[in-house]
């Protein structure tokens, strides 16, 4: 992150979609926040620091990011690049509005640096120190990546993003337990939904 610099990570964040909303068919979606020097200078009147930096980088600090926002990045691995707009209603009364509300951005990413990423993401399930682990014995392959949010005082939230079957993506998930702890208790969570998809055979 301090390689990057807080602009470049703010730059690469909004083409993430992150610190807007969705546009997903639900009610009282926020923004959420992404931090930047110039929003500090501007709202607080106070300077930018290293250690800022370090904290943006790790999604930690000011950053504010919803479940569906963190489902939405993680989908961009998944199709291998494409930012794309969430929606439930597919047909009202037998009309089909799903064309209408698809809304679907190439984003500029080298597919080399995106495979890097799928890569290591899949390693957080496959390697026996993965945060992921959990998911390894799972009848599907899971790519992911698991977060502890720290909340300034109190329980941390838990959090685990991820998609799966690994080579052809079907699903993407999100998992965010509020004051759950830490991301392994959002992982054994994810690991039930996807049991339970299996047994339903939507895998």
């Not at 931090?35 to 943006?56: E, I, M, Y």
């Not at 685990?160 to 830490?182: D, H, M, N, Q, T």
Request: glycine share 12%; proline share 5%.
């Amino acid at each position: 992150g301090m390689l990057v610099g807080a602009n470049e990570l703010y730059n690469y964040a909004t083409k993430f979609g992150l610190g807007k909303t969705s546009g997903i068919d639900l009610p009282y979606e926020v923004e959420g926040y992404l931090p930047s020097p110039v929003k500090r200078r501007l709202a607080h009147f106070t300077g930018w620091f290293d250690g800022d930096t370090a904290n943006f980088s790790i999604g930690q600090g000011e950053l504010l990011v919803t479940p569906i926002q963190a489902a939405r990045m993680v989908a961009v691995f998944a199709n291998q690049g494409y930012l794309v707009r969430p929606y439930l209603v597919q047909a009202v009364a037998g009309h089909d509005y799903s064309l209408r509300q698809k809304k679907i951005i190439r984003l500029p990413f080298n597919s080399k640096v995106i495979d890097r990423i799928r890569e290591g993401m899949r390693s957080v399930v496959t390697d026996p120190d993965g945060t992921a682990n959990m998911l390894s014995k799972l009848q599907v392959s899971v790519a992911g990546k698991t977060g502890t949010a720290q909340t300034g005082r109190g329980t941390p939230h838990g959090w685990f993003a991820g998609f799966f079957p690994f080579k052809k993506p079907k699903y993407v998930i999100c998992v965010f337990l509020e004051r759950g702890g830490s991301g392994a208790a959002a992982c054994a969570v994810a690991k039930e939904i996807i049991k339970r998809m299996i047994e339903e055979g939507l895998i």
